[in-house]
């Protein structure tokens, strides 16, 4: 990786840091790139509990670099279809794909800026802590884009589908208290706060069941498609999967004891 993208694994806690301060993180084509290399790297680790994604510097991430974008404009439209499609297949896609995999938890770090694919990353992780100076906006429609990073997948499911609807179609900006207001951010802290309270957070997960949190995790992802009996078939299935685990054993003999699980992941 060029270093557009910072990966670091320290006693299970794996961190993602996009890693353009200068630029306020925005995604360049390298970036994609180093994105899409780093994401791979993660994918199937056994020794990694939690994974943060957060920006280097003041800023989550401003959406795409147009000074990257600009540079394609040279081309045709038929070359630009071409070269923007696979740019997407090739990087984004992949990106999107295996963070949604991970059987870990994904918790989003985010001040500043967050826009563009900045905001479809942070919606497909499954925990985000805010900074209560971010800023969030879709930003696509202001410059004629429709989308990418799973942004009309996951704000529908977010946030209900009239109000994605707006936000893609407005492109407005929205601080962080209207994010929690609409479930796009869990809690929102003061800046100089934010690095302790994902510390506080991360520290609780990666004390926690991991192979529950994993069967949560497929539970959460499979229930848009079940029906009902389906649904309740996989439950089913990941609670008995579950209660055969060293921790499930741990959790009831702690609750009895009256002291806190020690959980080993096993």
């Keep these: 990786m060029a270093g557009t993208v910072l990966l670091e694994v320290v006693e ?24 899409a290399e780093a994401v791979r ?20 991430m401003a959406g795409g ?24 297949v090739q990087h984004i896609n992949p990106t999107v794909e295996i963070l949604q995999g991970l059987q870990q938890p994904v918790v989003a770090c985010v001040r500043g800026a967050c826009a563009g694919f900045g905001l ?8 985000v802590v805010a ?13 004629a884009l429709s989308g990418d990073g799973g942004a009309s997948y996951f704000l529908p499911r977010v946030v209900g589908a009239r109000k994605a609807a707006e936000l893609l179609l ?10 929690q207001r609409l479930g796009l951010v869990n809690r929102v802290v003061p800046v100089a706060g934010l690095d302790e309270a994902v510390e506080a957070l991360v520290t609780r997960l990666k004390n926690g069941p991991r192979h529950a949190y994993g ?27 579950c209660a055969a685990t060293a921790d499930f ?18």
């Design 12 to 35: 299970a806690v794996a961190t993602l840091t996009l890693n353009r301060p200068e630029a306020l993180n925005a995604l360049s084509v390298e970036m994609m790139e180093d994105l």
């Design 41 to 60: 790297q993660l994918a199937g680790r056994k020794d990694v509990a939690v994974v943060v994604i957060r920006g280097a510097g003041e800023h989550f």
């Design 65 to 88: 670099d147009l000074k990257d974008f600009a540079r394609q404009l040279h081309l045709s439209p038929e070359t630009r279809l071409a070269t923007f499609k696979a740019m997407i």
């Design 120 to 127: 479809s990353l942070m919606a497909g992780c499954d925990l």
């Design 131 to 143: 900074a209560d100076n971010a800023k969030f906006t879709t930003a696509y429609s202001a410059i």
């Design 170 to 179: 407005l492109a407005e900006r929205f601080d962080a208290i209207e994010a």
């Design 215 to 241: 069967e949560i995790k497929r539970l959460l992802a499979a229930s848009h498609d079940n029906q009902i009996e389906s649904q309740l078939q996989c439950e089913a299935e990941a609670f008995a999967r």
């Design 249 to 266: 054993a741990e959790g009831v003999t702690a609750f009895l004891d009256k002291r806190a699980p020690g959980f080993q992941g096993r």
